[in-house]
C-alpha cells in the first residue's frame, strides 16, 4: 500500500495550530467587545442611553452585515490566492480593528472599528475550508472538531 502523505506533516500541524487560534481570534474579537462596547458608546454620548442603545444595535448590524457580505470574497479570495494569504490579511485587519478601537477618539472611530472588525473576522470560512484541506490530505482527522472547540472556548 502507497501512503500518500507528505513526508512531514509537523509543518501542516503548525499550520492547523495557526488556524485554530486565528478562528479564537475571530471570536473573541466578537465576545470581548459585548460587554465593553455599550458603556463605552454611552460614555461617547454623554450618558443618553436611548441613544447609546439604537447605535449599539446599529454597530452589532454593521458587524453582522460585514460579516455576511465579505464571508463569500475571502471564500472566493482563498480559493484563488490560497488559504494563508487570506488568513494572514484577516488576522492583520483584526489587529487594525483592536488598534482603532483602543485609540477611538469618538464614536464615529468605534463604528470604523467594528465595520473593519466584520470585515476581518469574517475569515471563519476560509478557516473551516483549510480545515477541511487538512482532514482531505488526512492530516488529523476530526480536525472540524477541534474548530468548534476554538470556536466555543469564547465566552
Known sequence: MIDHRPASTAPRQAAVLFILVTVLLDMLSF?????????????????????????????????????????????ALSDRFGRRPVVLLSNFGLGLDYIVMALAPNVVWLVVGRVISGMASSS?????????????LRLGSGQSGR???????TP
Open 31 to 75: 465576545g470581548i467587545i459585548i460587554p465593553v462596547l455599550p458603556k463605552l458608546v454611552e460614555e461617547f454620548l454623554s450618558g443618553d442611553t436611548a441613544q447609546a442603545a439604537v447605535l449599539y444595535g446599529l454597530m452589532g448590524t454593521a458587524w453582522a452585515f460585514m460579516q455576511f457580505f465579505c464571508s463569500p470574497i475571502q471564500g
Open 124 to 136: 471563519f470560512s476560509t478557516s473551516g475550508a483549510y480545515i477541511a484541506d487538512a482532514d482531505a
Open 147 to 153: 474548530l468548534a472547540r476554538a470556536a466555543a472556548l
